[in-house]
């Protein structure tokens, strides 16, 4: 091996720990855990890639010897001692693949039995889950909160979340908390996990739900208890009352369909879609789609059917002037 040829392998070498090294730390990794629950998942993982590993080594290093060993030789007439019935490797081959089922087995049972425990611990936090087309509910029955997309948790405590689909069936899936769980019409599917680690993790819908199932994401944001308790009484607070364009846009909102759908505190009382009460406190909308600037608001509420696929809100005809306005009051909303 010449100078360069060396230099060209290191090169390559490097590149692919560190390409592997960014996806393997990408937003939505199965690789990357930062819950119980997901750290049971990686544990598994890493027992099947182990256990599957040395069966192939060892397969293939079987096959090796076997190949070396028994090849045809130059005078060789006729076919070689035939073997049948051999009843130790018959026993063998039958409980070798048994054991292999089995070691993958037990922890997964434990580990699918131990988060989905219909019981729910006295200190866990309650999160009812709900998946709508095309977007992400979150009620804290014990706090009487309310959100949409942007599900917070504090570090540490254990949560139930309680899942389920008004509609169709959905998929909540937020890779580094933990696995995919089905949000079903009519029945209730339970994740039991403590969040570890500060942060803000990326999920997605991940059962194909209709025209904008790629387009239903969520985040869940992990914070320090007290932060946590401060984002709570921030949710519980009703909004400023509002001032300037934004007032204008709170009269938009009022005498608009908008109200049939929407929840505001005060204003509005309705429940098909998110509830609006502190959108301008979740840094994204649509479902993870866009980042909550008025630009972005006002040109989603002008034509929500344009860039959200199939979305059930309806264009309702709103001139600039009333998006705007409607856009600043909805991002006034802290
Ligand atoms: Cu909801 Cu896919």
Same mark, same amino acid.
């Given at each position: 091996?010449?100078?360069?040829?060396?230099?060209?392998?290191?090169?390559?070498?490097?590149?692919?720990?560190?390409?592997?090294?960014?996806?393997?730390d =990408?937003?939505?990794?199965?690789?990357?855990?930062r819950?119980?629950?997901?750290?049971?998942?990686?544990?598994? #993982?890493?027992?099947?890639? @182990?256990?599957?590993?040395?069966?192939?080594?060892?397969v293939?290093? =079987? +096959?090796?010897?076997?190949?070396v060993?028994?090849?045809?030789?130059?005078?060789?007439?006729?076919?070689?001692?035939?073997?049948?019935?051999?009843? =130790? $490797?018959?026993?063998a081959?039958?409980?070798?693949?048994?054991?292999?089922? $089995?070691?993958?087995?037990?922890?997964?049972?434990?580990?699918?039995?131990?988060?989905?425990?219909?019981?729910?611990?006295?200190?866990?936090?309650?999160?009812?889950?709900?998946?709508?087309?095309?977007? @992400?509910?979150?009620?804290?029955?014990?706090l009487?909160?309310?959100?949409?997309?942007?599900?917070?948790?504090?570090?540490?405590?254990?949560?139930?979340?309680?899942?389920?689909?008004?509609?169709?069936?959905?998929?909540? @899936?937020?890779?580094? +908390?933990?696995?995919?769980?089905?949000?079903?019409p %009519?029945?209730?599917?339970?994740?039991?996990?403590?969040?570890?680690?500060?942060?803000? #993790?990326?999920?997605?819908?991940?059962?194909?739900?209709?025209?904008?199932?790629?387009?239903?994401?969520?985040?869940?944001?992990?914070?320090?208890?007290?932060?946590?308790?401060? @984002?709570?009484?921030?949710?519980?607070?009703?909004? =400023?009352?509002?001032?300037?364009?934004?007032?204008?846009?709170?009269?938009?909102?009022?005498?608009?369909?908008?109200?049939?759908?929407?929840?505001?505190?005060?204003?509005?009382?309705?429940?098909?879609?998110?509830?609006?009460?502190?959108?301008?406190?979740?840094?994204?909308? %649509?479902?993870?789609?866009?980042?909550?600037?008025?630009?972005?608001?006002?040109?989603?509420?002008?034509?929500?059917?344009? $860039?959200?696929?199939?979305?059930?809100?309806?264009? +309702?005809? +709103?001139?600039?002037?009333?998006?705007?306005?409607?856009?600043? #009051?909805?991002?006034?909303?802290?």
């Open positions: 091996m010449n100078g360069t040829t060396r230099a060209r392998l290191v090169l390559c070498a490097t590149l692919a720990l560190v390409l592997g090294g960014c996806a393997w =990408a937003p939505m990794s199965t690789l990357v855990a819950s119980d629950f997901a750290r049971a998942i990686v544990h598994v #993982y890493a027992i099947v890639t @182990w256990t599957t590993a040395i069966i192939g080594v060892g293939f290093v =079987a +096959l090796f010897l076997v190949l060993r028994y090849r045809a030789r130059r005078g060789d007439t006729g076919l070689p001692r035939q073997l049948r019935g051999h009843t =130790a $490797l018959e026993i081959w039958t409980i070798g693949p048994a054991l292999a089922l $089995l070691i993958i087995a037990i922890p997964t049972i434990q580990i699918v039995f131990r988060t989905q425990s219909a019981a729910t611990p006295s200190d866990a936090l309650l999160v009812h889950v709900r998946g709508w087309q095309w977007w @992400w509910e979150f009620r804290y029955p014990q009487d909160v309310v959100t949409a997309n942007e599900l917070h948790l504090p570090v540490g405590r254990r949560v139930v979340l309680r899942l389920d689909g008004p509609d169709v069936i959905h998929s909540f @899936w937020i890779p580094h +908390l933990g696995g995919k769980r089905d949000a079903i %009519g029945r209730l599917n339970q994740i039991t996990l403590t969040p570890e680690q500060l942060g803000e #993790y990326w999920g997605q819908c991940a059962e194909f739900c209709g025209a904008s199932h790629a387009n239903m994401g969520m985040r869940a944001v992990v914070q320090a208890p007290a932060e946590f308790e401060r @984002w709570v009484a921030q949710q519980r607070a009703a909004p =400023a009352e509002p001032s300037g364009p934004a007032a204008a846009g709170k009269a938009v909102f009022a005498g608009s369909a908008c109200v049939g759908c929407h929840t505001i505190k005060g204003v509005s009382a309705g429940v098909l879609a998110p509830d609006l009460t502190h959108f301008g406190s979740r840094s994204m909308f %649509g479902a993870g789609m866009w980042p909550t600037t008025p630009e972005n608001v006002a040109e989603w509420v002008k034509d929500p059917q344009r $860039l959200k696929p199939g979305v059930k809100m309806p264009t +309702l005809g +709103l001139t600039d002037e009333q998006a705007k306005a409607v856009a600043a #009051y909805l991002v006034s909303l802290k």
